[in-house]
Every structure is written in C-alpha cells, then in structure tokens.
C-alpha cells in the first residue's frame, strides 16, 4: 500500500519559513512526478508546485514563484516544499501528490486529476 505522509507544517508569523516534508513509502516513488497542493476554507484546491522525478524540472503557481522551492530526495523516498516569506494568503491545508504512471512534469502538472497519490493534508497557518 503506497502512502504519503506530510509534516512540518504548523503557525508562522507572517515573512517567516516553514519546511513540509512527503515520505513516500516503496522504491517507486522516485520515478513518480510529485506535485503540492493547497487548499484555504472555502476555496477549491489549487496548485502550488511540481517536480519531476530527477528534481531538474520544476514548476510553480505564479503566487508562490520566488518564495516557494520544491525539490526532492529520492535516496530518502521524500518531497520538500521550503516556504519562505509567508503571507497571511499562503494559509490553507496543504497536500502532497504523487502521479505514478509519469514521471516527467510534462503540462498537465497543475492538474488535481493527473495524481494517484494524496497525503493526508496538513495545516499551515500564517498569522498577520
């Protein structure tokens, strides 16, 4: 049974930095793409960011370009996502995903139904 599992999320003072983390569980993982979800109440899930399964390609959400970076450890089956300079907006639940049938980024990365995989979610919070 494959599972993804968040941590690192938590409350964080608006211009501060978190770190989420996505174990996967099986060797596999390191040939799948992996994306990061969010999603604020109310709001539907959208996208935050993507990468590839060698980590050279990446892709962001234009409202997260230049504070969010995406990269992963395939030797340690993990995806990190490094936040930094939170905004009060970057609020919401996030999730990771995971698309086991390409690996590549390819142009459908922003789209929820292309991913096999979810974590649980997990809550960040940016106060003002």
């Known amino acids: 049974q494959v599972q993804l599992v968040e941590s690192g999320g938590g409350l964080v003072q608006a211009g501060g930095s978190l770190r989420l983390s996505c174990a996967g569980s099986g060797r596999a993982f390191s040939m799948w793409c992996m994306g990061w979800f969010r999603q604020a109440p109310g709001k539907e899930r959208e996208f935050v960011s993507a990468?590839?399964?060698?980590?050279?390609?990446?892709r962001y959400a234009d409202s997260v370009k230049g504070r969010f970076t995406i990269y992963r450890d395939n030797a340690e089956s993990t995806t990190y996502l490094q936040m930094n300079s939170l905004k009060p907006e970057d609020t919401a639940v996030y999730y990771c995903?995971?698309?086991?049938?390409?690996?590549?980024?390819?142009?459908?990365?922003?789209?929820?139904?292309?991913?096999?995989?979810w974590g649980q979610g997990i809550q960040v919070t940016v106060s003002s």
């Open positions: 995903a995971g698309d086991r049938d390409k690996g590549y980024v390819g142009d459908d990365y922003s789209d929820p139904s292309r991913y096999d995989y």
């Open positions: 990468v590839g399964w060698s980590g050279r390609s990446t």
